[in-house]
Nanobody, 117 residues
Framework: QVQLVESGGGLVQPGGSLTLSCAASGFTFTSYTMKWYRQAPGKERELVAGITGAGDMTYADSVKGRFRISRDNAKNTVYLQMNSLKPEDTAVYYC???????????WGQGTQVTVSS
């Protein structure tokens, strides 16, 4: 069965760094675009970053220059390296796997990131 398991969340001070990981299983990882979304309390879920199977990356304007998405196709894992974290980055971060042509869309359970002093 399909599984997306996020890890690496936690509490960090403003200006600090965290790296999130999402381990995927149950599908052909290289055929999927992998994305990170986040949802803050009282707000809608928003796209943070995405990376295609070919390695093309996109970022939300709010995280450009601070966050970096990457994938290791040999380990079926996608990462989100987050630097210069701000309190407004506080949210639950979700991993998403999508294959548009086949209408396939999978989600992880989420990992909490809290940026606070």
């Amino acid at each position: 069965q399909v599984q997306l398991v996020e890890s690496g969340g936690g509490l960090v001070q403003p200006g600090g760094s965290l790296t999130l990981s999402c381990a995927a299983s149950g599908f052909t990882f290289t055929s999927y675009t992998m994305k990170w979304y986040r949802q803050a309390p009282g707000k809608e879920r928003e796209l943070v970053a995405g990376i295609t199977g070919a390695g093309d990356m996109t970022y939300a304007d709010s995280v450009k220059g601070r966050f970096r998405i990457s994938r290791d196709n040999a380990k079926n894992t996608v990462y989100l390296q987050m630097n210069s974290l701000k309190p407004e980055d506080t949210a639950v971060y979700y991993c998403n796997a999508r294959r548009f042509a086949f209408g396939l869309d999978y989600w992880g359970q989420g990992t909490q990131v809290t940026v606070s002093s």
